[in-house]
């Protein structure tokens, strides 16, 4: 279990829309140096997670924190200063459909100040030639495909290397060999910055197993685990078999 300093800390979260409760009592930490990984059946509550952790969406009870600052009372000043060292993988892409690719995906290093041009034109070419990507440097969004935008929006949030880092279904509609690569990305970004962290939420097990060290299953709103792999065992069954595959776990593949 990772036992690094807490960066963010949500405390019997609850969230609704309307007269229906989508997130119920949600308790979770994510600490330094550590992957963790958000599962769980789609519509059950992840997404709506993410959005409370960096101030996108608020609760309406409990309370999120982020470095010690509680969101709900921040002020404006304080939650732009923390959002700059958040990237944030949007499910739908988000991207600003006025800017061209390389735009987008430089739009946070010309928000943070104190590169050259020619700096950001590098690091930009570099990621998108890694996203296999470099041929759509002046491609606006509405000429992209949804798994290229989805490399994009996967550009644009790791590409100023902050320490917090927020991946909604980073490898939805992409083909085996691109999200391998978003993975290895996901890792070799967590390495690459001191005392980063991450949540990845996604339905792709496989891959995460590689990367995650801990994970939160959110089903119907709660928090029904959280740990590492090695604890599912103990769980509730419902988790073995979201983790594992039912077909699998009952034959005794794990």
Same mark, same amino acid.
């Given at each position: 279990? =990772?036992?690094?300093?807490?960066?963010?800390?949500?405390?019997?979260?609850?969230? $609704?829309?309307?007269? #229906?409760?989508?997130?119920? +009592?949600?308790?979770?930490?994510? %600490?330094? &140096?550590?992957?963790?990984?958000?599962?769980?059946?789609?519509?059950?509550?992840? #997404?709506?997670?993410?959005?409370?952790?960096?101030?996108?969406?608020?609760?309406?009870?409990?309370?999120?924190?982020?470095?010690?600052?509680?969101?709900?009372?921040? =002020?404006?000043?304080?939650?732009?200063?923390? $959002?700059? *060292?958040?990237?944030?993988?949007?499910? &739908?892409?988000?991207?600003?459909?006025?800017?061209?690719?390389?735009? &987008?995906?430089?739009?946070?290093?010309?928000?943070?100040?104190?590169?050259?041009?020619?700096?950001?034109?590098?690091?930009? $070419? /570099?990621?998108?030639?890694?996203?296999?990507? *470099?041929?759509?440097?002046?491609?606006?969004?509405?000429?992209?495909? +949804? *798994?290229?935008?989805?490399?994009?929006?996967?550009?644009?949030?790791?590409?100023?290397?902050?320490?917090?880092?927020?991946?909604?279904?980073? =490898?939805?509609?992409?083909?085996?060999? =691109?999200? #391998?690569?978003?993975?290895?990305?996901?890792?070799?970004?967590?390495?690459?910055?001191?005392?980063?962290?991450?949540?990845?939420?996604?339905?792709?097990?496989? %891959?995460?197993?590689?990367?995650?060290?801990?994970?939160?299953?959110?089903? /119907?709103?709660?928090?029904?685990?959280?740990?590492? /792999?090695?604890?599912?065992?103990?769980?509730?069954?419902?988790?073995?078999?979201?983790?594992? +595959?039912?077909?699998?776990?009952?034959?005794?593949?794990?």
């Amino acid at each position: 279990m =990772t036992t690094g300093e807490v960066v963010v800390k949500c405390s019997g979260v609850g969230k $609704r829309f309307g007269g #229906s409760w989508v997130l119920k +009592g949600v308790d979770l930490s994510l %600490r330094r &140096n550590e992957v963790l990984g958000v599962i769980g059946p789609g519509g059950h509550g992840k #997404s709506v997670l993410l959005k409370c952790l960096v101030g996108l969406l608020s609760p309406e009870e409990g309370s999120v924190a982020v470095e010690g600052i509680d969101l709900g009372k921040a =002020t404006p000043q304080q939650l732009a200063k923390l $959002r700059d *060292g958040i990237g944030y993988l949007f499910q &739908n892409y988000a991207l600003f459909d006025f800017m061209t690719v390389r735009e &987008n995906v430089a739009f946070p290093l010309r928000q943070q100040g104190g590169l050259s041009d020619d700096e950001i034109e590098s690091r930009v $070419r /570099e990621i998108l030639e890694y996203m296999g990507l *470099g041929h759509a440097l002046d491609l606006y969004p509405n000429e992209l495909s +949804g *798994g290229m935008k989805k490399r994009v929006g996967v550009g644009r949030a790791v590409i100023a290397e902050p320490p917090v880092l927020l991946y909604d279904d980073p =490898t939805a509609g992409l083909d085996p060999v =691109t999200s #391998s690569k978003i993975f290895r990305l996901v890792a070799q970004m967590h390495a690459k910055i001191p005392n980063a962290c991450s949540v990845v939420v996604s339905h792709d097990i496989d %891959r995460m197993k590689v990367i995650c060290d801990r994970y939160v299953m959110i089903y /119907e709103g709660e928090v029904l685990f959280d740990g590492p /792999e090695s604890a599912i065992a103990d769980a509730d069954p419902v988790v073995g078999d979201f983790f594992y +595959g039912a077909v699998n776990k009952a034959a005794g593949v794990v």
